[in-house]
């Protein structure tokens, strides 16, 4: 087996690694993984799971030596004196509280900075503090192969478990995240579209095979898709600036070919009925009359659906193909859509599941 096949059939989803680094805190993970693919959102992910803890970011690239620890004259008993090392509040060391501390950009810190925060990653200890026992390490980096100056000596190594994060694929990215945060519906459609967008460059010989995403073979890329660009392009969306300054901002988040794609999705919104119209009288709500029109709707739905109207939605919903009924539905029985017991203990969606022996698990 080749070291890349053995790479991909390792490498571990976002979730997967947020799991890992709770279930062992004595040791610390470095996360590798694509530039743009989520890496710092483990520390959110982390702090929701536990909100007990404090969760504190360190980046490294802002970092030298001395904003590790500073010394400070102690005075012990009489006029005995000694130099004692103050650590970086950003650590959160000092606060002798349960934390989650990501040590963001580990590869790419100065040297110095990398053996000076080698005792913290491997022993908890950071000069004469030590880290609450139920604290959480990590660290994230970039692949080697990015050519972005991520680099660590097999000492560094040794005392860390290095592991590999995957890139979502496009359907893992709009249903774990995009309808949770809120991203443009227009956005959400045209990502369903193109999984293209969500390739590794390890995957793509040629640069010119995938013109979307960041190549190290292509240097010329000024702008690429990745998670974080697609989250910044999502914003400018509802912006609702002219066109021609949309798509300037555009091509400044995901580059030429990519918003070009995407403007097409965003014109075709124009079709779609208002948010308040389905509300007020879904029974003559107008319906899109293409089908991208009413793929936007749903995902429209599903990112802001309340329970205060999916009597309404539903009553709407009947008049739409049943193809995008079932794309609703589907969505909603996820256990990881946030607004699931939402839709599903509502009367009429429970209704409408029995009427279409659409089965569904209870919720409690």
Not at 195 to 204: L, Q, Y
Not at 281 to 298: E, G, L, Q, R, Y
Not at 317 to 330: H, N, P, Y
């Amino acid at each position: 087996m080749s070291a890349s096949a053995t790479n991909s059939l390792y490498d571990l989803s976002i979730n997967e690694c947020a799991e890992m680094i709770e279930s062992c805190r004595e040791n610390t993970m470095l996360i590798q993984g694509r530039m743009g693919i989520g890496k710092s959102s483990i520390l959110k992910m982390l702090a929701k799971r536990h909100p007990t803890h404090t969760a504190c970011y360190f980046d490294c690239t802002t970092k030298d030596l001395g904003d590790i620890t500073i010394p400070q004259l102690h005075t012990l008993d009489g006029d005995s004196t000694c130099v004692r090392y103050v650590p970086n509040e950003e650590l959160g060391i000092h606060l002798n509280k349960p934390l989650i501390l990501m040590v963001d950009e580990f590869g790419k810190a100065n040297p110095a900075v990398k053996n000076g925060m080698m005792r913290l990653l491997l022993e908890r200890k950071l000069g004469s503090y030590t880290l609450h026992p139920d604290s959480m390490v990590f660290a994230t980096t970039n692949l080697g192969s990015e050519g972005l100056g991520d680099l660590l000596l097999g000492h560094h190594r040794n005392r860390i478990t290095i592991t590999r994060m995957r890139g979502a694929i496009n359907t893992e990215w709009i249903t774990e995240y995009a309808y949770n945060a809120g991203i443009h519906p227009a956005m959400i459609a045209c990502v369903n579209e193109k999984p293209e967008w969500f390739a590794s460059f390890e995957d793509v010989q040629n640069p010119a095979d995938n013109q979307y995403i960041m190549h190290p073979g292509d240097k010329s890329r000024v702008s690429f898709v990745t998670l974080r660009s697609l989250e910044a392009a999502s914003r400018w969306l509802y912006t609702g600036k002219p066109r021609r300054m949309l798509m300037a901002a555009l091509i400044g988040c995901i580059g030429p070919k990519a918003a070009g794609e995407l403007v097409t999705f965003y014109d075709t919104a124009q079709d779609m009925p208002t948010p308040d119209s389905i509300k007020t009288d879904p029974f003559t709500a107008k319906v899109p009359s293409t089908d991208a029109a009413t793929c936007m709707v749903v995902h429209r739905t599903l990112a802001t659906i309340s329970r205060e109207w999916v009597d309404q939605w539903m009553d709407y919903m009947s008049r739409l193909d049943m193809e995008a009924q079932l794309l609703f539905m589907m969505q909603c029985k996820r256990e990881d859509y946030a607004k699931r017991t939402v839709v599903l203990n509502n009367a009429k969606a429970r209704a409408w599941c029995l009427a279409n022996n659409f089965a569904f698990g209870a919720d409690k």
